[in-house]
């Protein structure tokens, strides 16, 4: 077999034996799986419902590899540790590594907004070194100035780049991070209000949502970063990445790494294999982030709503119906207003939001008007209770995100997609998973939200809703060993009756 480099996103791979061909195919290929759970660690009845909700029986196969009429094989970079008995991963020699990590250092030490600490200093060597790169740094590891000082050594060797983050109030929160380290690069903004799409700049900050209407351009960057790179598990954030075919440099950051075999491909395919460079856990022993206590609320329902729920082996019925249970929703309103400290309660479907959002304007005993309370930013300041989703303009996210910082037993009804994910509220105390959850991502990035350091908290509390009734009662089980069990935090358990 003959191996050629094609571009900055792919080998060409020629004059394959049988075996070679069978090994790539075997190897770049895997089942999409609707499933977010790992069926081994579950119980037979819990698979079973697992399986009436996933519709198991569908699969589809994601291929990492292309078939070129049978004159060679196209793969992505990153794929080459799935097949090492084919294609050897390039090995550096140790003189030249320590030779380029003191040049890093330097360049380093010139462009840092503030002295960095040792496991971001060796995540920038690292991405620079291998050019091809993720680095995994938990939430609240200061990702933001890893990636400016990044970009700022790479413009600085007159390349031209684009940093990819999942929603605009992160393009936002970003161009304000580099503005506050007094890095100097001009940049475009593209997403939301920022409509022009040109990447005429040295840097361009885009949401992943713009650049998937501009891959014609992408050919054009030198680098490419992707913040939150776990979001590249999304077809269409991996087709960005590979689409930057003369980016010689391209560079994941994320504080988790997707379980799905699928998910975690893609991320691979794309940067090459994931280096961890601190944890949650590591953090916290530093002193470098706060302690998080798991408050484990487990909501027992009376004997006939479970029955009822049981009559639908359907999901997304049962999940309607436990929204709907009206003692829940009231249960969760007067623990917010009850917490000491900033809180955030998280949500995934409007209407429930809404609900638990009015419900705590009426217990602060608030007048207000239920078609404009949702987006109005004087009011909710005034009383200290915030609404955030995707309707709330960007510049309004990022308004309450920085007001946050001068609060004092404020609310945040969130949307768990956009607060889960990369938002940074310092002065944070308290979450609530309002809605039942399930993926390890969402669940371990809401916890990064509560690590970062503020002299207001010694710790921070998780309060994690375990409905034990119908398809969400083994749902706690899988937050339990892939979110909190790992980083060793601290449980506290109580039964509540909401009836």
Known sequence: MNVTKFNESFYFCENLTEKEARLISDRLKVKKDKSIYIESKMSERDVKMFNSYNNSSYRKFYRYYEDKNNKGVIIPLGSICYIPELIQEPQLQESYINEYSQKILKLIQIFQPFELYEFQKRAIIGALLHKHHFIKACTGSGKSAIISVLIKILTSMNLKGLLLVPNISLVNQFNNDLNDYKIDIDRRLIGGIYREKKLDKPLTISTWQSASKFKELLKEVDFIIVDEGHT?????????????VNAKYKIGLSGTVPLMPEAEMSLICSFGRPYTYVSARDLINSKLGTEIQINHLKLQYPKEFKEKLKENDNYSKQLKMLLEFKSRTNFLINLTYSLKGNTVILFDRIAYGLDIFY??????????????????????????????????????REQI??????????????????????????????????????????????????????????????FDIDDRCGFFEYQYKYRLQNSYNPEKYKILEQDIKIY
Not at 401 to 406: A, C
């Open 359 to 396: 419900g705590i304007l009426r217990k602060k005993e608030i007048q207000f008007d239920s078609n404009s309370a949702y987006k109005d930013y004087f009011l909710q300041n005034s009383c200290n209770v915030f609404f955030v989703n995707g309707l709330i303009e960007g510049n309004q």
């Open 401 to 462: 995100r920085k007001v946050m910082d001068s609060k004092e037993n404020a609310i945040i009804v969130a949307n768990m997609k956009i607060l889960s994910t990369g938002i940074n509220i310092r002065n944070l105390h308290n979450i609530i998973f309002g809605t039942p959850i399930k993926s390890y991502i969402t669940v371990t990035q809401s916890l990064g939200r509560l690590i970062r350091l503020h002299n207001s908290k010694d710790i921070s509390n998780v």
């Open 232 to 244: 590249v598990q999304g077809s269409e954030v991996y087709d960005i990445v590979e689409k930057c």
